[in-house]
């Protein structure tokens, strides 16, 4: 039973270039979440994906934009990257239930230089 | 808005000593609650997360916690630490299906 994939694992851009990351949830699992960690800090929520619509979202600006597609799978999108964007960016799956815990992947980490 | 405080950063033991890892929550409704492990370069895992009631949570790798409502705190214990438990551990609270408000986590070093 495979569990949650990210890919790629490392990406390395340019200031103001785009990005797109990749998230396979966990099988029988409905609603995809993102976050971003930075170095020594905690997992921040980006948005939820839940049936193809972005369900509720966090304290990120609109250069921050998310898919869901119908196999569940997941796209995260960035826009008009900064130097602060840099970060491990982590792909959650879980039920649409409250008390659902998280299934993450590995994550992506992503340098903007 | 719900909040977590994981009171040190860094926390220290010897191989079989008692570990401490502690947690202050703040929530405005009847709060879920996990733990979760952060080895290098991975993802987060679920150690364990609270059920409605349970003041006890036993979760993976001999690791509990306990629910203190007047407290505020989940604090997550393990009786004997091991060498390879040594990782980043995160106290969370959920406030929907795929969200979860972390704490900024404690490194937990086992000293041999």
């Known amino acids: 039973d495979a569990g949650v994939t990210q890919s790629p694992t490392h990406l390395i851009k340019t200031r103001g270039q785009q990005v797109t990351l990749r998230c396979s949830p966990k099988?029988?699992?409905?609603?995809v979440s993102w976050y971003q960690q930075a170095l020594g800090q905690g997992p921040q929520f980006i948005f939820q994906?839940?049936?193809?619509?972005?369900?509720q979202r966090g304290n990120f600006p609109d250069r921050f934009s998310g898919h869901q597609f119908p196999n569940y799978s997941s796209e995260l999108n960035v826009n008009a990257l900064l130097l602060g964007d840099s970060a491990l960016y982590l792909c959650?799956?879980?039920?649409?239930?409250?008390?659902?815990?998280?299934?993450f992947g590995n994550g992506t980490r992503l340098t903007v230089t | 808005a719900q909040s977590v405080t994981q009171l040190g950063s860094h926390v220290s033991v010897s191989e079989g000593a008692l570990v401490l890892l502690r947690c202050n929550y703040s929530?405005?409704?009847?709060?879920?609650l996990f733990w979760y492990v952060q080895y290098p370069n991975q993802g987060l895992q679920l150690l364990l997360k609270?059920?409605?009631?349970?003041?006890l949570v036993k979760g993976i790798n001999g690791f509990e916690a306990e629910f203190k409502k007047s407290e505020t705190s989940f604090h997550l214990t393990k009786p004997s630490a091991h060498m390879s438990d040594a990782a980043e551990y995160f106290c969370?609270?959920?406030?929907?299906?795929?969200?979860?408000?972390f704490g900024d986590g404690t490194t937990l070093t086992v000293k041999p």
């Open positions: 959650a799956s879980s039920f649409w239930q409250k008390n659902s815990p998280l299934h």
């Open positions: 099988s029988g699992h409905d609603t």
């Open positions: 994906y839940y049936e193809e619509e972005e369900r």
């Open positions: 929530s405005s409704v009847p709060p879920y």
């Open positions: 609270y059920t409605t009631g349970a003041t």
């Open positions: 969370a609270v959920g406030s929907g299906a795929g969200k979860s408000t």
